[in-house]
């Protein structure tokens, strides 16, 4: 399956089935075990009196399965059917995943650093001619998107947290191309708004995962690995020299004067300017992440440069700041 399938796959629309399911034959009976394909698998029960609901422990333990590292997630299947003399079985099917030891201390951070919709004007010539999606698929794309990044994500650590902010893209723009309702109005902090709430409904599946999204405010910070993490887009730095450096480096003394939180990040990620940067400042290491478009002709027709998209990733521990930076295509 090629990208512009996958893209089909997330724009799809759901619709009512145009035909009644098919009942189970009465008595027909699912194969009980666990069916294992390197990641994931399912497993199934056998036949339980109605009444009596699975014990997943005991469960996978009888499969040869650690609950330590195994879990049952839902949804859950069940099949009834009656024996001869008017008893009712039930049998169960799960989907089970493999999960870190409970004894793990490692966690994983999704930095959403804004801008993960285009938007459809106000921000640039010609935007509305050249975008691909209007606002409503491209909300669905980057939603779809990111569930379910997080749903595969989750299941390989123990702790796994959000950090959202707003980009300038998201901002809720009027035909003047000016933001004119509030910071918190905003597309990019709505969609991991919807995906937290997608995934709350599932505590016993995604209940490790924790989400970190502000209100009002452009930046946002966590402790990570006894590290202050602070993140921002970057459109709100628009003082201090040319370069996006000199800019991001003014905004951070600004909110360290003003003892804003994000002022004291010993680490500090944006985004907007489309391209990689880092730089050690002393008490702050900052990393600019790139984008995932596929490049602005108007950036490379005034500059003469061309930035590479990727994905920026990196990994903190209490004694080593950043390290293992790199940029995923």
Known sequence: ?????????????????????????????WQ????????????TTNALPLEEAPNWDAILRIWGLDPENFRVIEPVLFNVWGNPDGALNRQ???????????????EFN???????????????????????LDRRDQVKVARRLLRDA?????????????????????????????????LNDNDDVAIVEQVAEILETNPEAFGHIQFAIPKDRLSITAEVAGWVLGITHGHAARRGGQGSEQKLRRWLEGQSLGRQNVGGADVLVSGHFHHFRAADWGGCMWLQAPAMDGGSDWWREITG??????????????????TDIAILK
């Not at 796959?9 to 089935?17: I, V």
């Not at 009980?32 to 698998?41: H, L, R």
């Not at 595969?152 to 004119?180: I, L, P, T």
């Open 110 to 132: 999704e930095l959403w650093t804004g801008d993960s919709i285009e938007g459809c004007v106000g921000h640039y010539a010609q935007q509305t001619f050249s975008v691909e």
């Open 92 to 106: 169960w099917k799960g989907k089970v995943v493999q999960v870190k030891d409970s004894g793990s201390k490692e």
């Open 32 to 43: 009980a075990g666990v069916i294992w394909n390197g990641n994931e698998g399912t497993i």
């Open 305 to 322: 440069e061309k930035s590479e998209s990727g994905v920026l990733t990196f990994c903190m521990y209490p004694e080593i700041r950043v």
């Open 150 to 182: 997080l749903i595969r994500w989750s299941k390989y650590f123990v702790e796994v947290q959000v950090m959202a902010v707003a980009g300038n893209h998201g901002e809720n723009r009027n035909s003047s191309g000016k933001s004119y309702t509030t």
């Open 1 to 29: 399956m090629n990208l512009d399938d996958e893209i089909d796959k997330l724009l799809s629309t759901t619709t009512n089935p145009t035909s009644e399911p098919k009942l189970n034959k009465i008595g027909a009976e």
